[in-house]
């Protein structure tokens, strides 16, 4: 038997090879298939199911290609309603691989269709549990994305969770490894471990939601304190359900090099311009109007959040990061990327056209202007959670995600003099790109972010929440 976890870190997601005598079986798999046709190849296996644990929201699953290119057959638990070509399992029935089998576990909660799979070996015992979204390590999955109206609420879901939880997983040994979709920065749940993996005996000694004594108080336990799913949720669950383009269809539109006349000829239409090299460069100089978000950090995951998947894409990359730029999107259902800048910003500034910087500065200058600048507004982009555990006295919090509110910057001014920080750095550029964007151009990038400000023994630091909206 084997097991491999292919784990996307700027995703946090997790997908699974298994493998039992030359035959395998793959669980959420994502859009670019290449890892796992590669390691297939390498072992010389052939797949025999694709097994899915629900419709995904914070990725386009890579099901249907590669359910294409090996045969296999794409597997969801009950409950699934979907047209596409899949089979739908019955709870509690058995695939046999090789020498060990994988139980369907219908786990609802999450979602209606979610779908646990227990891995037992070749002597009938349990060994692992792929728990897709209804169990993480240190969480279990948001019970909101499938509401309903009035139907299905928030509280049917999270008690729907209760119930699979209790009846389907806690009767595992406590040895039972459980494998979950997501590690610590998904969106999914509410705040997941530092973890991968676990094992069900430490789940149940220290996951805050199963500490529950009783149905309410779980359901009370997991809806609290969620915030709203970022904007690509519904768009990815709605593609995963009713299908997509190949990939390839994808990379042959995005991979088309454009001079810096085609470029400048394009952006002239309803476009949307995305530089995504590293945001210190980005700050040095980039195309006017572009945004940035960088290969550094979640990229996918911000472009989700905050881009128009209406509204094509060009881009501007390091030269050679076109391909891993486009895959990255497509990821979480950008399919309308037109091309890229041919040789990166440095052909746009050799052609002498007009540029853009941010300027930056060090957080102990920022301290230092506070007390001199009436007009000078801190605008703190990170979460509330962040701004509440201590923020500058009189910071202004928007958190990046409310970039794509309109009245979410309305509290800026035309005569404020703006500086701009997130926990490190990689936000509030992004932050900033979007502000110039929208000619507010008065601003400062604070370098080193939080991290930096706090350590400034003159810093006012306060801990109470101060939002204004």
């Not at 290119?69 to 596409?84: C, D, F, M, S, V």
């Not at 007390?371 to 006295?393: C, M, N, S, W, Y």
């Amino acid at each position: 038997m084997f097991i491999k976890q292919l784990y996307t870190g700027c995703l946090s997601e997790a997908a699974y090879y298994i493998e039992s005598n030359g035959e395998a079986a793959i669980i959420d798999p994502l859009r670019d298939i290449e890892p796992y046709l590669d390691l297939i190849n390498e072992r010389k296996s052939k797949v025999r199911y694709i097994f899915e644990t629900h419709f995904h929201a914070d990725f386009i699953s890579g099901h249907l290609d590669l359910s294409k290119a090996t045969g296999a057959p794409i597997i969801y638990g009950p409950q699934t309603e979907t047209k596409l070509p899949v089979q739908i399992a019955r709870d509690g029935e058995r695939f046999q691989l090789g020498e060990i089998s994988i139980e369907v576990l219908h786990t609802p909660g999450h979602t209606l269709e979610s779908t646990c799979y227990l891995l037992k070996d070749k002597n009938g015992k349990d060994h692992c549990v792929f728990t897709g979204d209804t169990l993480f390590v240190g969480d279990v999955g948001r019970p909101d994305l499938a509401q309903k109206g009035n139907e299905i609420t928030i509280n049917d879901l999270a008690g729907m969770m209760y119930d699979s939880l209790h009846s389907k997983l806690f009767h595992l040994a406590d040895d039972v490894i459980v494998y979950p979709a997501h590690g610590p920065g998904s969106a999914c749940g509410k705040n997941l471990g530092p973890n991968t993996y676990s094992t069900i005996g430490e789940e149940k000694r220290s996951n805050y939601a199963l500490q529950a004594a009783s149905r309410d108080e779980f359901i009370q336990k997991v809806t609290e304190g969620i915030i709203a799913p970022p904007q690509y949720f519904p768009i990815n669950a709605k593609i995963n359900k009713e299908g997509y383009e190949s990939l390839d269809t994808i990379l042959k539109q995005g991979l088309k090099a454009l001079s810096v006349d085609d470029f400048i000829k394009m952006s002239k239409e309803d476009v949307t311009i995305l530089d995504s090299r590293n945001s210190e460069k980005f700050t040095q100089g980039f195309v006017p109007g572009s945004i940035n978000i960088g290969l550094e950090g979640r990229f996918a995951e911000w472009a989700g959040s905050l881009l128009s998947f209406d509204q094509p894409i060009l881009l501007i990359t390091e030269p050679g990061k076109e391909k891993e730029s486009i895959i990255r999107l497509a990821r979480v259902g950008f399919h309308k990327i037109i091309g890229f800048l041919q040789g990166g910003f440095d052909t746009w500034k050799n052609s002498d056209q007009e540029i853009d910087m941010i300027i930056n500065v060090e957080a102990d200058e920022l301290i230092m202007d506070i007390p001199h600048d009436k007009k000078l507004l801190v605008l703190d982009v990170r979460k509330i959670t962040e701004f509440a555990d201590g923020h500058l006295k009189n910071a202004v919090n928007i958190p990046l995600h409310d970039f794509t509110d309109p009245g979410s910057l309305s509290v800026i001014e035309d005569d404020h003099n703006l500086y701009v920080h997130c926990l490190g750095g990689y936000r509030s550029v992004i932050a900033a790109s979007i502000l110039k964007s929208q000619g507010i151009h008065n601003l400062r990038n604070v370098t080193g972010g939080w991290d930096k400000i706090k350590s400034i023994p003159k810093a006012d630091i306060v801990k109470e929440v101060s939002i204004l909206n």
